[in-house]
């Protein structure tokens, strides 16, 4: 008995010594050993938050700190424990950390290292509102990874946020429900000069353990009168993609980025494009594309194809170069040798739509590669989109151009269908830049 007694005794020394070493020589620390101890102690209660080595936990531990951070995040023992690990993870930052700025804003250097009291601790997601069918009901494990990290929590300084509001709906099409946090905006976003009403969605996915961050939309409307009483559609149609070389061009990707030097959609286009209207049948069709519509050529000669609007509000200026809205320069030119076509049901209407891709255009020392798509919608051709393809230099014959099923399924709202950029979609200028 008395060896057993000496044995703990000498335990105990040992532990207290390291622990009081530690404390004053931080260099000593090992992590793991430090880290369990750590947050042990604060999961017993014996460190107050306030009190914690957040800094050696998230700076000075290595991945068994950060590892334990999350940890703490998903199973603290208190809802204040929980809180206040998202916060540091989120939050705590090393001295000399430099923050990327805009061209405008300039980067931003952390001169000291964070403090507990400079930490804004984020709001509890279970108090959002949820808009979700009766009957069913948030997983659990989707609270565990994103109760405290939802991006209404912690509403960016200068943005009006009018209400957050969790929903879920299968915007996959595999038949497992994803979750989308809507932050519905009125009032003025940053980026804007003047007020706006929209949404910003942020799309979760499930391995079946954990939730993370799948996709962002932003849905910006073109009639900001009636765009407070629209109500957004998760469709369950599927939308068809056009991938060039590899890459995909998604043409219902957010338009909230048109700026206030975006080039004026003219009704002067139609006019230049009159002509084009007997020229249409001319223009080569890619492989698998049905034959071109002859009431594309009518809307042409009558002039009846709607042009997209632009955004409104405009956007503040952040970049000193225009975008491109319109009919196909093939059209204006009157030159169907210098494009091609695919015409395809991409929306799945029941109706074909067009999609003209035009040899290179130049503009000063500018050139590119233009794709635009037509769709009939309410009985009327329309000019849904320009972008712009990873193809410069290329012939329009040798490039690799298929229409393959989009991995979202849409979104529609105030009268727009909206689907998340692909991950290939590496040329997503949706307006292009000339």
Same mark, same amino acid.
């Not at 000069?193 to 929209?198: A, Q």
């Not at 353990?209 to 009483?229: F, I, K, M, Y």
């Not at 980025?257 to 975006?262: A, D, L, M």
């Given at each position: 008995m008395k060896w057993l007694l000496r044995g703990f005794a000498a335990i105990v020394v040992v532990i207290v010594g390291y622990g009081v070493t530690a404390n004053y020589v931080p260099a000593a620390r090992i992590a793991a050993i430090c880290v369990p101890v750590e947050i042990l102690a604060i999961n017993l209660g014996l460190i107050p938050p306030n009190r914690a080595g957040w800094?050696? &936990?998230? !700076?000075?531990?290595?991945?068994?700190?950060?590892?334990?951070?999350?940890? !703490?995040?998903?199973?603290?023992?208190?809802?204040? $424990?929980?809180?206040?690990?998202?916060?540091?993870?989120?939050?705590? !930052?090393?001295?000399?950390?430099v923050t990327k700025g805009g061209h405008l804003t300039g980067d931003i250097i952390q001169e000291t290292e964070t403090r507990f009291n400079e930490l804004r601790m984020p709001l509890d997601g279970k108090t959002l509102e949820q808009d979700i069918l009766p009957g069913k009901q948030i997983p659990e494990n989707f609270w565990q990874t994103q109760r405290y990290r939802l991006p209404c929590l912690l509403p960016p300084q200068k943005a009006a946020i009018g209400k957050c509001v969790l929903q879920m709906a299968d915007v996959t099409g595999d038949d497992r429900p994803e979750m989308i946090l809507d932050a519905r905006t009125v009032g003025t976003w940053e980026e804007y000069?003047?007020?706006?009403?929209?949404h910003r969605l942020t799309i979760y996915r499930t391995?079946?353990?954990?939730?993370?961050?799948?996709?962002?939309?932003? &849905?910006?409307?073109?009639?900001?009168?009636?765009?407070?009483?629209g109500? $957004?559609? @998760? &469709?369950?149609?599927? !939308?068809?993609?056009?991938?060039?070389?590899?890459?995909?061009?998604n043409f219902f990707d957010s338009d909230c @980025?048109?700026?206030?030097?975006?080039v004026p959609t003219s009704t002067s286009g139609l006019s230049q494009a009159q002509a084009m209207a007997p020229l249409l049948v001319q223009i080569g069709l890619l492989p698998s594309s049905k034959t071109m519509p002859s009431s594309l050529a009518t809307a042409l000669s009558n002039r009846s194809i709607i042009l997209s609007g632009i955004t409104k509000p405009p956007m503040r200026e952040t970049l000193a170069i225009p975008a491109f809205q319109g009919l196909p320069p093939c059209f204006t030119s009157h030159a169907p040798k210098a494009c091609m076509a695919m015409v395809a049901d991409i929306d799945h209407d029941g109706s074909d739509d067009v999609v003209i891709i035009d040899h290179e255009v130049r503009q000063d020392v500018s050139t590119w590669q233009l794709a635009t798509l037509m769709t009939m919608r309410e009985g009327h051709w329309t000019v849904i989109a320009n972008h712009a393809l990873c193809a410069e230099g290329q012939a329009l014959e040798n490039l690799k151009i298929e229409l393959k099923p989009a991995a979202w399924r849409p979104v529609e709202f105030a009268g727009r269908l909206y689907l998340p950029d692909e991950p290939t979609d590496t040329c997503n200028q949706h307006h292009l830049s000339l």
């Open positions: 800094g050696y &936990l998230k !700076l000075r531990s290595g991945q068994a700190g950060l590892k334990a951070l999350r940890n !703490l995040e998903q199973h603290g023992a208190t809802d204040k $424990i929980r809180q206040t690990s998202a916060a540091v993870q989120m939050q705590w !930052l090393e001295a000399g950390h000069g003047k007020p706006v009403v929209g391995d079946g353990v954990e939730w993370e961050t799948a996709a962002h939309l932003r &849905l910006c409307p073109a009639s900001q009168d009636t765009a407070g009483n109500h $957004i559609r @998760f &469709l369950s149609q599927e !939308l068809n993609m056009l991938w060039v070389n590899g890459h995909a061009v @980025f048109v700026r206030e030097n975006t």
